[in-house]
C-alpha cells in the first residue's frame, strides 16, 4: 500500500509519467505546507552534506600530517561527500528529492523536472544549510582558517596549483555529469538511486579535489568562501558559474533527448490498445 501510494504520487509530481523525481510528498500532518517542508528537508539534508565533507577535509584530510596512518587525505574526503550525499538523500530525499545543491536544483528545472517557483525557495535553503554546518565546524575548530582553507577554486586554493581554465572546466563536466545522472537514475529508478548519486560524487570528488578542490555545489562553496577571506570569496563566482552551467547543459541536453526519445517510441512501439498516452509536456 505505501508504495503503491508512493508511486501514485510520484507520477503526479511528473506529469503522469512513472519515474521521475526522488521526491514524493508524505501527508501534511504538522500543519506545514508541502513547500516548507520541503525546504527544511532541503536545509538538513544541505548541512549533513557539508558537516560531512568539509568537517573530513578539515579534522581528517590532514590529521597529524599523516602520523600513524590517522590522515584520510582527499580519498577520504571523496568518501565522505559521497557518504553524506547517500544519507542525506535516503533520510531527507522522501521529503524534498534530496538536491542538497544550487546546480542539481537549477538542472532539474531547466529539464523540465523541477518547477521554477520553487528553485529559489530550495536554493536559499541550501545555502543556509551549507553556512550553518560551516559555522558549526568554525565553533568546534575554533579558527576561521581551518574551514576557510576547504574553500574551492584555482592557483592558491587549487591542491594542485592549477589555474582559472583548469578549474572552471573541471567544475563545468563534473557537475554536468552529476546532474546527468541525477536525471538518469530519476528517470528510469535504480534499486537505490542515493547509492549511485554518492557514488557519482565520489568519483567526480576524485577526479576534482586536486584541480579545485571539488565543489560542484555552490552551497559547499559558498559555505566555506565566508570563512576564506578575500582570496576565496573572490574566486568564489567560479565555484558558482562554473556548476551552474555544467548542471544547464545536462538539463538541456536532458530535454533534446527526451524529446527524441519519446518519439521515437510513439513512432516504433504504439500504445497498447485502452492505454492512454501519458502527456508529454
Known sequence: MVRERANEVIRALNGGRPGGTLAYMTENTDG???LH?????EAAGTFVLVLGVIGTAVF????????GGLNVGFLGVALALGLSVFVGASVFGPVSGGHFNPAVTIGLAVA???????VPAYVVAQVVGGALASSLL???AGSLSDVGAASTGWGGLSPGGHGLPAAFLIETVTTCLLVAVVL???TFPTSNPPLVIGLTLTLVALVA?????GSFNPARSIATAVYGGPEALGQLWMSVVAPVLGAVIAGAVYVVLGARVRKTATV?????LGHRAAPTD
Open 32 to 34: 506545514l505546507s508541502p
Open 37 to 41: 517542508r520541503r525546504v527544511a528537508a
Open 60 to 67: 581528517g584530510a590532514g590529521f597529524d600530517e599523516g602520523k
Open 112 to 118: 523540465r523536472r523541477f518547477a521554477w517557483r520553487e
Open 138 to 140: 568554525v565553533a568546534i
Open 184 to 186: 538518469g537514475v530519476t
Open 209 to 213: 579535489i586536486p584541480v579545485s578542490n
Open 268 to 272: 516504433a512501439a504504439p500504445a497498447p
